[in-house]
């Protein structure tokens, strides 16, 4: 297979390093412009099994304001993301709405669940 290069922005700190990559298929032959380890780790984990914390809102009934925060406990492969969001666009909940309340259990089987991260009292 031949060699392929890609390049990511790491996203593991504010810093946002630039970082090239030479591939054989999944093999990494080489990594540059990263400032430090956590650089390499984000490409291994882009290149086998790139995940990403899903943040987003959810309709809360009877609330004093239309929309919770929510998020995914644990980043969740990017592949589910949109069938997550689609997901979410369905839920309703009912206020008062409390930080860690669960919103969507075990997505996909994951064993991963959708939870508010913020607070909605009742209107
Ligand atoms: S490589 Fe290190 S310094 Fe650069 S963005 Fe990633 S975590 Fe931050």
Redesign the pocket.
């Known amino acids: 297979m031949p060699e392929e290069k890609r390049e990511f922005v ?8 630039e ?1 090239t990559t030479v591939l054989d298929g999944k093999s990494i032959v080489s990594v540059s412009g ?6 390499v780790k ?1 490409v291994e984990d882009e290149v086998t099994d790139p995940r990403r914390i899903v943040t987003s809102t959810v309709r809360v009934r009877g609330g004093v304001t239309p929309l919770a925060p929510v998020w995914t406990e644990q980043s969740i492969p990017k592949g589910m993301i949109l069938r997550l969001a689609d997901g979410l666009r369905k839920v309703e909940m009912t206020a008062p709405v409390k930080c860690g309340d669960v919103v969507l259990e075990n997505i996909f089987g994951t064993g991963i669940n959708v939870v508010a991260s913020g607070e909605v009292d009742v209107k």
């Open positions: 790491c996203i593991s700190c504010p810093r946002g390093c970082i990263n400032i430090c380890k956590l650089g984000y």
